[in-house]
């Protein structure tokens, strides 16, 4: 089994979007998340990034699929078509996808998909930008479970007058 993390920015009440999309635009806060999605150790491998429907599309045309990534597209609606991405209906069948070619897969979003995946037995760490703010959301990242302890502090920042910190959480 590859290494499995979650990545998640979060508000002060684990809010992380509303209305099928960010309720914030914190530009040095998503060129962290693709920084983190993105390296490898191994220049010749890539890292995967496994998404529900709802968050595949919240991502502009333009930006889909993720560049550098191995996407996968995880929905229940069997017919469903995502240009650059692989669709599956299945934790197990995203996780399968994770071949030699893989270094690292990422759990991107959205709620419900990070509920799934939260219980993973195979789950290494949750990568967590935790906002110093509320705000009006309709969908939460799941309470962290306790076997993962204290996080361990990897930086943090200011945008817009809004203070954020990385966390990485690990079992």
């Known amino acids: 089994m590859k290494p499995l993390y979650l990545i998640v920015a979060t508000d002060e009440q684990n809010g992380i979007g509303k209305n099928g999309d960010l309720p914030w635009r914190l530009k ?3 060129v962290y998340f693709q920084k983190v999605t993105s390296e490898t150790t191994d220049a010749s491998k890539q890292n995967m990034v ?3 429907r709802t968050t595949w599309e919240s991502i502009p045309e333009n930006r889909r699929p993720l560049k550098n990534r191995k996407n996968v597209v995880l929905t229940r609606q069997t017919d469903f078509v995502a240009n650059g991405a692989t669709v599956v209906t299945t934790i197990d069948d995203a996780l399968a996808l994770a071949d030699d070619s893989v270094e690292s897969i990422f ?5 419900s998909v990070y509920e799934q995946f939260i219980a993973h037995p195979d789950l290494t760490g949750i990568y967590l930008t935790r906002l110093d703010h509320t705000f009006d959301c309709d969908a939460f990242f799941p309470e962290i479970p306790k076997s993962f302890g ?3 502090a990897l930086g943090g920042d200011t945008e817009s007058e809004i203070r954020y910190n990385y966390l990485l959480y690990r079992k």
């Open 28 to 30: 040095n806060e998503l």
């Open 50 to 52: 496994v998404m529900g």
């Open 107 to 111: 759990v991107i979003g959205g709620a």
């Open 150 to 152: 204290e996080p361990e």
